[in-house]
Structures are given as C-alpha cells and as structure tokens.
C-alpha cells in the first residue's frame, strides 16, 4: 500500500473528465486499495481517482463515524434523486475552505464493486453529499465552481496566502538533513 500525492486547486489536471473503468484487474485493487490509504491518512471522508491524477472513474468514501466502513464505487451512476438540501463542504483539493453547496437530499447510485459486480444503493444524509462530490470530480467539476466568481477568486487569494506561509515557515525551520 503507499500514500498518493492529491491534486489541489487550480491544478488543471482536476478538470479532467475520467474514463470509464473497463478490466477489474489487480492494478484497479492497488489503486482503490491506495486510495483508501491515502483519505484515511489525510483525514477524508472520500476520494475520487481525479484528485490523485488516475482519470477513471473510481471513488472511494468512508463517512462511518470511526472511519471503519471503506465504500468503493467503480463507474458510478445516479440513476434517481430526491429532494435537496444545502451543506457545508471541504474538499481536500481545496485546503482550508469551506462553503455551503445545494445537493440533492437522496439518491439512488447503480456502480461496480472491485471485481466488477454491480450494484444499486439508496443514500442519504452524509453519505449522499460525499457521494456527488466526488462524482463532480470525476467529471473535472470542483465545490468552488458552484460559488461566484468573486468568492471563488477570494478562495484563490486564501490558497495562495496559505501555500506562501507553509513555505516561509519552511524555511525559518528547515527539516533537518539526515545523518
Ligand atoms: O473529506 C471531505 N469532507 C467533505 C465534507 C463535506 C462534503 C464533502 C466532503 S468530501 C471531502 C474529501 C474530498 O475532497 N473528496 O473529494
Ligand atoms: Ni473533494
């Protein structure tokens, strides 16, 4: 198992629109088993392959409260919604933003497991939320799209503002080189 590096925005790579998955091989189990790593390491309730640069349409979630019940869905489809709610989201493209997004409330999702089996699942609440989410990013479409120009551009400034003081804290204490 290894730990992916994630894409974050404006990465031009995240606004990729990914394939299908068509051979349930060993190496689509590495990668949903290496996504699965990396959420839980960086403290995520879902990945979609975009985010760690594999175009194709793998996602994983885990929105359990003890982060103990991995989901993979391979080729996902809502085949049917209802209702709408409105919830704040993060994503972990987009570092230390937060914002509210209208998604619908349930939806009915026909995908594959890793080895290909179809299935069909109602979700909601929680679950659904992370669900679109990483759907939107398998078609190359972020939270912040759903923002005005204006806010998102504030986004932009705060990302930048936070990627300069990493940086400058960086240096004040550089890691120390190994023995
Ligand atoms: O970890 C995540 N939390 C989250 C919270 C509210 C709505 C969506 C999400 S998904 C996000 C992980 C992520 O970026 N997945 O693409
Ligand atoms: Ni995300």
Avoid: W
């Avoid at 659904?128 to 504030?154: A, I, N, T, W």
């Amino acid at each position: 198992m290894a730990r992916l590096e994630i894409l974050e925005f404006p990465d031009p790579r995240l606004r990729t629109r990914a394939k299908p998955v068509e051979t349930f091989d060993d190496d689509l189990r590495a990668l949903v088993d290496n996504m699965l790593e990396t959420m839980l390491a960086a403290h995520g309730i879902g990945l979609a392959a975009t985010q760690v640069n594999r175009h194709i349409r793998v996602l994983v979630l885990d929105v359990s409260d003890d982060q103990t019940d991995p989901r993979v869905y391979i080729n996902p489809r809502i085949v049917d919604e209802e209702g709408s709610r409105v919830c704040e989201e993060g994503c972990l493209s987009v570092p230390g933003i937060y914002a509210n997004v209208q998604r619908a409330e349930t939806v009915r999702v026909e995908a594959q497991d890793r080895n290909g089996v179809t299935f069909q699942e109602e979700v909601t609440g929680i679950h659904s939320v992370c669900l679109q989410h990483e759907m939107d990013h398998l078609e190359g479409k972020l939270f912040v799209d759903y923002l005005s120009p204006l806010k998102r551009q504030m986004v932009r400034k705060k990302l930048d503002k936070q990627r300069r003081q990493k940086l400058a804290d960086q240096q004040k204490s550089p890691a120390r080189p190994a023995p």
